[in-house]
Structure formats: structure tokens, C-alpha cells
């Protein structure tokens, strides 16, 4: 038996979404199991500890799913002995709107290719990491593919696995709903959901 296939029959047996992927779902739900059912009053999954202010501040925009995932990474980098920060977080589609029009109809470089709506930082499931050594930023280095694969371990996407446009600080947590689906229609089913007020991510 493969590790994954392991952890996808244990996430089947808890009622889990089944991905493979140890992450703090799996471990939160196999501690409430085995250790106890709630840590401080909350169910383990979202009892991770927090992490620096910083990254707390991006973080909190974040949709409650992916929260842990974030502070999670930061904690397992650290652990590997390399320091993150979550960077940024939610945008909204007016927010994304001015950065696409950064390098075209307003000055700087080209930042990204997507408008509001087509970003999934519109819709809380994504952030950016930066790495940093003591207190300076690092926007190229290795340990960027280090903690990336920290990300995927966890059932994380990396943005620095795709094959378009490199992302290395990128990171997201794709709704189960929409694990069979291209990242074009899972964009366009949020729009929808949004629109229609209901939940993103659930
Ligand atoms: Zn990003």
C-alpha cells in the first residue's frame, strides 16, 4: 500500500474529504478521535496555533478552511528551519482589478493576468508567502521549492508546480467540490456562488 492511499482510506473512514493528504483536517480529526475531542473549546482542526502578527493579519482574511492550512505551512516551514511570512491573502475583485491594470493602462510592471473575479485571491482560498532571513525578504530563493513541497504534503496547490506561469509563493486549497474541475471552471463556479451569496468553499 502507498502512504497516500494509506491516508486516503484513514480520511474515508473519518468522513473526510479524501485527498491523501495529511493536513490539519486529517490530523485535527484523528486527534479528536484518539486524544480528545476539542482543544480550548474548539474542534482540534482549528485549534493550530497562531503564528507572527504579519502573517496573522493575512491570514484573517482568509476563509476558515484555509486558516489552519496557512499557519500550518508557517509552522512546518519554521520546523525546517526555514522562516515564512503570509504576505497577502483576500483581494477584492476591485483590488484585482488595479493590479491587472499595473503594466497596462497604469504604471509599474505586469503583475498578473487575471481581472477581478478570476483570481483565486478574490475568493479567500489563496495566499502569498514571502521567505526571510532574520527580517529581510527574500523574493528568489531556494527554499521557496522547499516550502512548496512542505504545501503539497500538507493538500495545498503550489503555485511553483505549475506549468503557465511559475508561482513560487503561491499557494491554495482547492474547495473538494472542485477537485475534477479545470482551474477555469472552478473560478467561474465561485463567481457563481459568491453572486449568489452562497458559500465558496463548502
Ligand atoms: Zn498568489
Redesign the pocket.
Known amino acids: 500500500m502507498r502512504i497516500e492511499e494509506m491516508i486516503a482510506a484513514i480520511q474515508a473512514q473519518l468522513g473526510l474529504d479524501v485527498d491523501g493528504k495529511a493536513g490539519p483536517q486529517t490530523w485535527g480529526a484523528i486527534y479528536a478521535r484518539i486524544v480528545q475531542k476539542k482543544i480550548d473549546g474548539q474542534p482540534p482542526a482549528l485549534a493550530i496555533a497562531t503564528v507572527d502578527a504579519r502573517s496573522e493579519k493575512a491570514i484573517a482574511t482568509l476563509l476558515p478552511q484555509v486558516q489552519p492550512m496557512a499557519r500550518a505551512l508557517v509552522q512546518k516551514a519554521a520546523a525546517a528551519g526555514i522562516t515564512i511570512r503570509v504576505l497577502?491573502g483576500l483581494r477584492s475583485f476591485a483590488e484585482q482589478d488595479a493590479l491587472y491594470a499595473q503594466g497596462r493602462t497604469a504604471p509599474g510592471p505586469i503583475v498578473t493576468k487575471a481581472r477581478g473575479g478570476y483570481?483565486?485571491?478574490n475568493f479567500g482560498i489563496?495566499?502569498?508567502v514571502g521567505v526571510f532571513e532574520g527580517n529581510r525578504y527574500l523574493a528568489d530563493s531556494p527554499k521557496y521549492k522547499a516550502v512548496g513541497v512542505l504545501g503539497m504534503d500538507l493538500g495545498l496547490e503550489w503555485?511553483g508546480s505549475w506549468k503557465t506561469i511559475v508561482?513560487q509563493?503561491?499557494?491554495?486549497l482547492r474547495p473538494a467540490w472542485a477537485m475534477d474541475l479545470s482551474e477555469r471552471d472552478m473560478l467561474a463556479e465561485m463567481r457563481s456562488r459568491q453572486a449568489a451569496g452562497g458559500p465558496v468553499f463548502a
Open positions: 497577502s483570481s483565486n485571491h489563496a495566499f502569498d503555485g508561482d509563493p503561491h499557494f491554495q
